[in-house]
């Protein structure tokens, strides 16, 4: 039945499903995406930053052993991917976490998970910017054009703003703005991109391999500056697939599509990571910097930076690990100078598809919130041309800019991989209770082995969470301390499952919210099963 849960208790607001999928229905998006295209904004969504950025930090943090790190990043995505699919086949609607997490452990958690999930698409969308602002700066050196620094950087690197991230944010703000099949199409053409340049960048690696290359393997061991870290710190090259879900309101026949958009392209992303970092590693090497004392050095930091810069004042060639391009270095580091530029290129071109697809998957957050009672119900307004939601939209895209401007794409990428560890474990979390609590539920796909899968993606998330550094850690409980004070000062009181409001305000905004009939066989208002 669609209906609010009792109002009563901190975490008595459980929004069933059934009043879930009826207040999709009222208020809704249009339905234009199908399985390819899905796959496409999958890919399009994790094909980015990490892979052509932050390759270059695990090779300083993992050495030759970052081919495991990308394994163990790859694997608690897939565990949960797998409890992604089971939620988001049964509730197609946007809100990803957030929604599933409002369905069965009510809306307090609800909140904290949404709250979360500001910092996995709005940051992560940012660290995006700022990558492809470091690309965009390379190739233009490389083509004999210095960009002033002053505006390449933000202020904790010596510079004022970062101006091309700025302009990247505003442009993938306006697209968004215009409509989401606009959107997918735009994304699969860079999506294509992305893979042939990868592709040309493995054909080309591969063949010099150099097996010495991978001696020592794990030179930093398996902690926080090893092989796990690593692979905490480039969980962020898998961040975006779990944004398909966010688009199932938006699919055709969202029970089978949703699934093979989302293990699709997760599958198609880890086999072609490892192939790429095989590449990489073989062909020049992934030895870390190490301090006169042999410390390893923490990646972006700037004793780093110094020793970066004196191994190249010393007449050798530039490390993996010190490279802010690090694909486009290793092609002209083994003679291919114009096919690293072209590497550059690539990157240039594609990047701005990852940002997309984050700041697609932000606004759809924000767009349910709202709907729910728990923002300005303004934000929830739906274009009556474009058919999107144009004002959070550009709320998001000025909140994207902002931190895109001022911050570095290192701490960005590791604040955003605190919040997407949290939310992915909230819906493993989901899954489990909710096989307990309606377990004779419609399931179009099940999570298979669920008693063992879903405590893998629990386990994996807060394991790599307690090897991101300590100020990452610390981001997402501060941020989640003040999304805690929002919600009991302002969400807490506007809530419409609190309010007993069962259906979202008509458009009309003076318009009174009615109740959604009951479903066809659904319990009668405040029976016991009901409140169950």
């Given at each position: 039945m669609a209906s609010a849960a009792p109002r009563g208790g901190l975490f008595g607001r459980v929004k069933s499903l059934d009043a879930i999928l009826a207040t999709a229905e009222k208020k809704s998006l249009h339905r234009s995406l199908g399985a390819f295209q899905l796959t496409m904004l999958g890919i399009g969504a994790v094909i980015g930053t990490g892979i052509f950025v932050l390759t270059s930090e695990a090779a300083q943090k993992a050495?030759?052993?970052?081919?495991?790190?990308?394994?163990?990043?790859?694997?608690?995505?897939?565990?949960?991917?797998?409890?992604?699919?089971?939620?988001?086949?049964?509730?197609?609607?946007?809100?990803?976490?957030?929604?599933?997490?409002?369905?069965?452990?009510?809306?307090?958690?609800?909140?904290?998970?949404?709250?979360?999930?500001i910092l996995e698409y709005a940051v992560g969308a940012s660290a995006v910017a700022v990558g492809w602002s470091g690309y965009f700066v390379g190739l233009l050196k490389s083509w004999g054009v210095i960009w002033p620094s002053q505006f390449a950087v933000g202020p904790s690197q010596g510079g004022m703003i970062n101006l091309p991230a700025v302009v990247i944010s505003l442009l993938v703000t306006g697209l968004l703005i215009l409509g989401t099949k606009e959107s997918a199409r735009f994304t699969s053409a860079l999506v294509l991109v992305k893979v042939v340049a990868l592709s040309v960048f493995v054909v080309l690696t591969l063949p010099v391999l150099n097996g010495a290359h991978f001696e020592p393997f794990i030179p930093n061991g398996w902690g926080t500056y090893g092989v796990v870290g690593a692979a905490a710190s480039i969980f962020f090259a898998y961040v975006g697939f779990d944004a398909v879900s966010t688009a199932a309101e938006e699919t055709i026949n969202p029970q089978r599509n949703v699934p093979i958009g989302l293990i699709g392209s997760l599958m198609f992303c880890t086999v072609f990571y490892l192939l790429v970092a095989a590449g990489a590693i073989g062909a020049i090497g992934a030895d870390p910097v190490r301090s006169a004392a042999g410390a390893v050095l923490a990646p972006g930091s700037a004793e780093m930076a110094a020793q970066c810069k004196a191994i190249v004042a010393g007449g050798l060639s530039e490390p993996l690990v010190c490279s802010k391009e690090a694909l486009a270095h290793v092609l002209r580091s083994i003679g291919y100078e114009r096919l690293g530029d072209l590497m550059g290129v690539a990157a240039f071109i594609a990047l701005p598809s990852v940002v997309l697809m984050m700041m697609f998957g932000q606004t759809r957050i924000f767009?349910?919130?709202?709907?729910?009672?728990?923002?300005?119900?303004?934000?929830?307004?739906?274009?009556?041309?474009f058919k999107t939601p144009h004002i959070v939209t550009a709320f998001t895209g000025i909140v994207v800019t902002l931190a895109a401007a001022f911050l570095p794409v290192g701490k960005l990428a590791d604040y955003s991989n605190s919040g997407t560890l949290f939310a992915f474990a909230m819906v493993a979390l989901a899954v489990l209770v909710?096989?307990?609590?309606?377990?004779?539920?419609?399931?179009?796909?099940?999570?298979?082995?669920?008693?063992?899968?879903?405590?893998?993606?629990?386990?994996?998330?807060?394991?790599?969470?307690?090897?991101l550094p300590f100020i990452a850690q610390m981001v997402l409980l501060v941020w989640g301390a003040i999304g805690l004070l929002v919600y009991f000062g302002y969400s807490r009181g506007r809530s419409h499952v609190g309010r007993g409001i069962f259906d979202v305000p008509e458009l009309d905004p003076n318009a009174p919210p009615t109740s959604v009939p009951p479903m066809p066989g659904a319990p009668p208002p405040g029976s016991p099963e009901e409140r169950s």
């Open positions: 050495g030759p052993a970052m081919l495991i790190s990308f394994v163990i990043a790859g694997f608690v995505c897939a565990v949960a991917a797998l409890c992604y699919s089971e939620l988001a086949s049964m509730v197609p609607v946007s809100g990803s976490a957030y929604t599933y997490t409002y369905a069965v452990m009510g809306e307090v958690m609800a909140w904290t998970v949404g709250w979360a999930l767009f349910v919130m709202a709907r729910d009672g728990l923002l300005p119900e303004k934000l929830a307004t739906v274009h009556p041309k909710l096989r307990k609590k309606d377990p004779s539920r419609k399931r179009p796909f099940r999570t298979p082995a669920v008693g063992i899968i879903a405590p893998l993606a629990i386990v994996g998330c807060v394991g790599l969470y307690l090897n």
